[in-house]
């Protein structure tokens, strides 16, 4: 995405970012002016399906609609 908005010239937002890792890049596409924008939440930060025990409900985020 930011090298099309490098190509193009578009504003970019990334939407529910999940990785600390990407921040050097974005944080690179900013200094060279590009309008890029990033948000998260506390919970794509720090959970991981690795460390939640099956059927932990309380950790899920969306759920499905119950409803048919």
């Known amino acids: ?9 578009f ?4 939407v529910h970012l999940s990785t600390s890792e990407a921040l050097p ?5 900013r200094s060279e002016g ?3 924008s990033v948000e998260s939440c506390p919970h794509y930060l720090h959970l991981s399906a690795e460390t939640i025990s099956v059927g932990a409900t309380l ?8 409803q048919p």
Do not use: T
């Open 59 to 66: 950790c899920k985020c969306a759920p499905p609609d119950s």
């Open 11 to 14: 504003r970019l937002h990334i």
């Open 25 to 29: 890049e974005l944080r690179s596409a």
């Open 34 to 36: 590009l309008a890029v």
């Open 1 to 9: 995405m930011l090298s099309l908005c490098r190509e193009y010239g």
